[in-house]
Nanobody, 112 residues
Framework: QVQVVESGGGLVQPGGSLRLSCAAS????????MGWYRQAPGKQRELVAR???????NYADSVKGRFTISRDNAENTVYLQMNNLKPEDTAVYYC??????WGQGTQVTVSS
């Protein structure tokens, strides 16, 4: 069973930055396409950033130009650098392939 552990969330003021990390306990991590998802209260979970096994990235329009996804296959870790954060980015953030069991996520709150 794959386990993912997300970390790095917190409370930040609008315009601030955070870097999220996700460690996955899985063999052949480098073979997986990975995504960062988020779920705000009362809303459905949405995909915000994705990185393929060969490093191709794509982003939701709402975060394009502000968020950067990256990966370190040697550490079985995927990152999400979030800059110029906005209150509407407030959510629980998860990493996943889309098919694994979901982890606990990490809370990001953007508020003054």
């Amino acid at each position: 069973q794959v386990q993912v552990v997300e970390s790095g969330g917190g409370l930040v003021q609008p315009g601030g930055s955070l870097r999220l990390s996700c460690a996955a306990s899985v063999r052949f991590f480098s073979a997986y396409n990975m995504g960062w998802y988020r779920q705000a209260p009362g809303k459905q979970r949405e995909l915000v950033a994705r990185i393929t096994n060969i490093g191709i990235t794509n982003y939701a329009d709402s975060v394009k130009g502000r968020f950067t996804i990256s990966r370190d296959n040697a550490e079985n870790t995927v990152y999400l650098q979030m800059n110029n954060l906005k209150p509407e980015d407030t959510a629980v953030y998860y990493c996943n392939t889309g098919t694994w069991d979901w982890g606990q996520g990490t809370q990001v709150t953007v508020s003054s």
